[in-house]
């Protein structure tokens, strides 16, 4: 398994370089598998948003890239649900943060904002203030 950086899955999706765009395509139907760890979702999360990506489109590329067949990425179980907690209006380091947290007896914050919506959204683990 090969693991790819925040740049190919971005040049992938932004397709802002047809040169590495048609590169990363041609990796990912080459018939290898790739994976990447959660913090480069969380780079490209950020990546995209900086680049005028509204939330729903954001919420549609991740999606996109975990049902691609070449593409098993680290804690994909827990990428999927952060992926669900920033649809729902979460932050998405905030929702993966919390993803991540899974297990613990809480996830405490100083955030007052990231805590509230928690709440709202019925997240676990609970997040509590700090």
Avoid: C
């Avoid at 598998?33 to 913090?39: K, L």
């Avoid at 490209?44 to 590329?61: E, F, I, P, Q, Y």
């Avoid at 098993?72 to 649900?81: D, G, L, Q, R, V």
């Amino acid at each position: 398994m090969i693991a790819l950086d925040t740049n190919v899955l971005a040049r992938l999706l932004l397709r802002d370089d047809e040169a590495q765009y048609r590169r990363a395509v041609q990796l990912l139907g080459d018939g290898r598998e790739y994976t990447a760890p959660p913090t480069v979702f969380l780079e490209l999360a950020w990546v995209l948003s900086s680049t005028g990506v509204d939330r729903t489109d954001v919420v549609k590329a991740l999606k996109g890239l975990l049902g691609l067949v070449a593409f098993k990425p680290s804690h994909s179980t827990e990428i999927a649900a952060a992926i669900a907690l920033h649809e729902a209006g979460l932050d998405f380091a905030d929702a993966l943060h919390l993803a991540l947290s899974d297990g613990s007896d809480a996830l405490v914050t100083f955030d007052g904002r990231f805590a509230k919506r928690a709440e709202r959204l019925g997240a676990t683990p609970p997040v509590q203030m700090a």
